[in-house]
């Protein structure tokens, strides 16, 4: 059910990027440069200086999401629309509160308050691993795992068609996500 989902944008270089295949939670400051949640410029105050707030942000329908993926550069083509059920967010431990960076009931802030370590300085060590999560390909859920280990479709403009005359990677990987 669609009501059991939550919907993230993220640009696939940064997705491929992130060593261990976990959504984790980036650091909130609260300084200048961070968004002025009040919730959590309100728990900031509150904690020890060994201590930090992590918030990651979902939209609550995939409509939000691909609504707000249009307002992105290139109608956010170097995007990945990616999707959790929320009860995987809230079992790593995360808070629930609607963003208020956005109308109420468009997006949630999820949050959580962790003790600093080397670890996790500028990300939070609660996770949601990417197999928890699909995406949104060419109008098909596919397992993000199988999705971030596709080829940049840079690479796959420079792949040669096989000397035997068979089907070339491409045709490939499709055919194997079709089957699956």
């Not at 968004?35 to 509150?46: G, M, N, S, V, Y």
């Not at 992105?72 to 995007?79: F, H, I, L, S």
Request: aromatic share 12%; hydrophobic share 40%.
């Amino acid at each position: 059910m669609d009501a059991d989902y939550l919907y993230r944008l993220d640009y696939k270089t940064a997705l491929i990027a992130i060593p261990d295949a976990c959504h984790r939670a980036r650091r909130w400051h609260g300084g200048p440069k961070s968004f002025p949640h009040k919730l959590l410029k309100a728990k900031l105050t509150k904690l020890s200086p060994a201590q930090a707030i992590y918030r990651i942000c979902f939209f609550s329908t995939l409509a939000k999401a691909q609504q707000t993926r249009q307002e992105y550069r290139d109608n956010g083509a170097d995007t990945t629309l990616g999707r959790c059920r929320k009860s995987e967010v809230l079992t790593a431990g995360f808070a629930e509160s609607w963003d208020d960076g956005f109308a109420p009931g468009d997006a949630y802030l999820f949050w959580i308050e962790e003790d600093l370590s080397d670890e996790n300085h500028e990300f939070s060590q609660a996770a949601i691993p990417f197999d928890r999560f699909d995406a949104f390909i060419d109008g098909d859920w596919v397992p993000m795992t199988a999705h971030i280990a596709l080829p940049s479709p840079v690479a796959l403009q420079h792949l040669e068609p096989t000397r035997d005359g068979g089907l070339g990677l491409l045709a490939r990987l499709k055919a194997a996500f079709q089957s699956s």
